[in-house]
């Protein structure tokens, strides 16, 4: 696995837990409720918008490997070496 990949991974999981720690009120209790809210909703949707980027790229780079691979059978088979 690509180490951007594995980065991805776990900045989207820090940004998940704390937005829902902050929007449960687990931290930053001295803020106002809802400022808490607003930025605990902001942090969870970016972790998992950045999650669904991840899977996105794993599979674009799954594509693009079978596509290469395709290309090189083709060639293999015309016989442009």
Do not use: C, H, P
Request: glycine content about 8%.
């Amino acid at each position: 696995m690509n180490s951007n990949i594995i980065i991805n991974f776990f900045t989207s999981g820090v940004l998940l837990v704390i937005g829902i720690l902050m929007t449960s009120g687990f931290i930053f209790k001295q803020a106002s409720q809802s400022n808490r809210l607003v930025f605990g909703i902001v942090l969870t949707a970016f972790g998992i918008f950045r999650l669904i980027t991840v899977f996105a790229k794993i599979k674009q780079q799954k594509l693009d490997a079978r596509r290469e691979k395709m290309q090189s059978e083709k060639e293999k088979l015309l016989g442009r070496s």
